[in-house]
C-alpha cells in the first residue's frame, strides 16, 4: 500500500487527483489531506490541524504540499520585507502592517517549508514559488532549485507560474500542451484571469487554487514513480 498526505490545501484537488488515479490503475493507495479549515468537499479523508503537529511521521510514502504560506517567501514581495541590504526597513510597507508582523510571516514560512521537506517522508513535493534571497539563506542545504510548470502544459488554460520543490519525484511532463494567444487579445486576458482578479476578501484563495489538470497529471507521474520505487525496495 502506498500512503500518501496531501498538506496544507482545504480544496481537495490534488486529494481528489492521487484518489481518482488509484481508481483508474486499481492500485491500493490510502490518500489523507490536511489543513488548519476544514475540507471544502467534507471528506472524512482531510485532518484539520498544523502539518507540523505529528502528522508528518505517520509513516507516508508521498508527501504533496499544496499551499503552505509563501507570501513572504517569494521574490515578488521582497520589497515588503526589507530596504537596502538585509532585514532593514523598507520604504513601504502594507497599510496596516509592522516590519515585525511582516517578519512574524516570514517566519511562518520558513517554518512550515522546513518541517515539511525534511519530514522523514522519501517522495516529497512542495508548491512554492521561486523563494526571494532572505528564504533562500533559510532553506535546507539540499534543497533543489525548484521546477516550474504552467497549467496549460496540461490542457488548462491559464497562465500561473507554478514552482515545485522536488525530493526523488520527476519533473512533471507536459500532458496537452496548448498553443498560446496572441499577447492583449481578449483569450489572453481570460488566461490571465488570476493576475487579473479584483482586490476582495476571497482573491488569494480563489489565486491560490490548484489547476486540476495539472494536478490529474502529478497525481499519475508522481503514483507511478513512488509505487515503481515500492516495488524494487520489496524486490530488492
Request: charged share 30%; glycine share 6%; hydrophobic share 35%.
Amino acid at each position: 500500500m502506498l500512503k500518501a498526505l496531501v498538506a496544507c490545501e482545504e480544496s481537495g484537488i490534488a486529494r481528489r487527483a492521487l484518489e481518482a488515479h488509484a481508481a483508474r490503475i486499481g492500485a491500493d493507495i490510502d490518500v489523507w489531506s490536511c489543513d488548519l479549515l476544514p475540507a471544502e468537499d467534507r471528506s472524512n479523508r482531510h485532518i484539520v490541524c498544523d502539518v507540523r503537529d505529528g502528522i508528518l511521521n505517520e509513516g507516508w510514502d508521498l508527501l504533496v504540499v499544496m499551499h503552505p504560506p509563501c507570501t513572504r517567501l517569494c521574490r515578488s514581495g521582497r520589497r515588503w520585507m526589507s530596504g537596502p541590504g538585509k532585514w532593514t526597513q523598507p520604504k513601504l510597507l502594507p497599510k496596516g502592517r509592522t516590519l515585525q508582523s511582516m517578519r512574524d510571516e516570514f517566519e511562518l514560512g520558513v517554518d512550515v517549508f522546513t518541517a515539511c521537506w525534511t519530514a522523514p517522508i522519501a517522495h516529497v513535493a512542495i508548491e512554492n514559488p521561486v523563494m526571494n534571497d532572505l528564504a533562500k539563506e533559510r532553506m535546507p542545504h539540499d534543497l533543489p532549485a525548484p521546477h516550474m510548470t504552467q497549467p496549460f502544459w496540461f490542457g488548462d488554460p491559464t497562465y500561473k507560474q507554478t514552482g515545485w520543490y522536488l525530493r526523488d519525484l520527476p519533473e512533471l511532463q507536459e500532458t496537452d500542451r496548448l498553443i498560446e494567444p496572441e499577447r492583449d487579445s481578449d483569450e489572453w486576458k481570460r488566461w490571465n484571469r488570476i493576475h487579473r482578479m479584483p482586490p476582495g476578501p476571497n482573491r488569494a484563495k480563489q489565486r491560490s487554487r490548484s489547476s486540476v489538470e495539472m494536478m490529474t497529471a502529478a497525481a499519475a507521474q508522481w503514483t507511478n514513480h513512488v509505487l515503481q520505487d515500492i516495488e524494487q525496495r520489496k524486490a530488492a
